[in-house]
């Protein structure tokens, strides 16, 4: 069965850069689908922020595409997200995921450690 | 790009209740519409795919409709571990992206 993990930083200065990494276990990520992040500020809904395959084709949600990066590492079958210049609005549960393209939907999640962005 | 409007955003039932949430696409998505569930401090958990059909192991009381711009999705006899919060999610096959609605929160009347 497959499992997504999170890990990073849970208090990232404003400004700054926010890194997280998804370690996978049960699936090879060279296996297929796409692999992202969705976040999700306490309280509140949920927001697509990246996808990427393993060959490296990624893809982003147009409101974060100039700050956010995602890389895949296959060699320790993990994915990353980077965002750059965050501000308190950047406060939320980030979760990693496997996201299913033949029928467009989100099958596997993380736990979504909560990452605020405070001083 | 494509918005989402999800309706209503909390929804007071009973247990044994039958309850109907809808989602509505400002374009039309043919059948690209995943439902999930929330509880609270847990992450979203795959319902229905394709707008209707129903994932492995999530019961039949959990039925989802709908083609384009509109869908629903409808929760019969309503229990106890069905109160929680509901999302619906649009795929963009063409960029990829995707997209999901405010969430809909089943509440205790």
């Known amino acids: 069965q497959v499992h997504l993990q999170e890990s990073g930083p849970g208090l990232v200065r404003p400004s700054e850069t926010l890194s997280l990494t998804c370690s996978v276990s049960g699936y090879s990520i060279t296996d297929g689908y796409y692999w992202g992040w969705i976040r999700q500020p306490p309280g509140k809904g949920l927001e697509w922020i990246a996808a990427a395959y393993h060959t490296g084709n990624s893809y982003f949600n147009p409101s974060l595409q100039s700050r956010a990066t995602i890389s895949v590492d296959t060699s320790n079958n993990q994915f990353s997200l980077t965002l750059r210049s965050v501000t308190a609005a950047d406060t939320a549960l980030y979760y990693c995921?496997?996201?299913?393209?033949?029928?467009?939907?989100?099958?596997?999640w993380g736990q979504g450690p909560l990452v605020t962005v405070s001083s | 790009d494509i918005q989402m409007t999800q309706s209503p955003s909390t929804l007071s039932a009973s247990v044994g209740d039958t309850v109907t949430i809808t989602c509505r696409a400002s374009?039309?998505?043919?059948?690209?519409l995943a439902w999930y569930k929330q509880k609270p401090g847990k992450a979203p958990n795959l319902l229905i795919t394709k707008a209707s059909t129903l994932e492995a192991g999530v019961s039949s009381r959990f039925t989802g409709s709908g083609f384009g711009t509109e869908f629903t999705l409808t929760i019969s006899s309503l229990q106890p571990d069905d109160f929680a919060t509901y999302f619906c999610q649009q795929y963009d096959s063409y960029s990829p992206m995707w997209i999901f609605g405010q969430g809909t929160k089943v509440e205790v009347k």
């Open positions: 374009e039309n998505i043919r059948r690209w």
């Open positions: 995921a496997r996201l299913v393209a033949v029928t467009g939907s989100i099958d596997t």
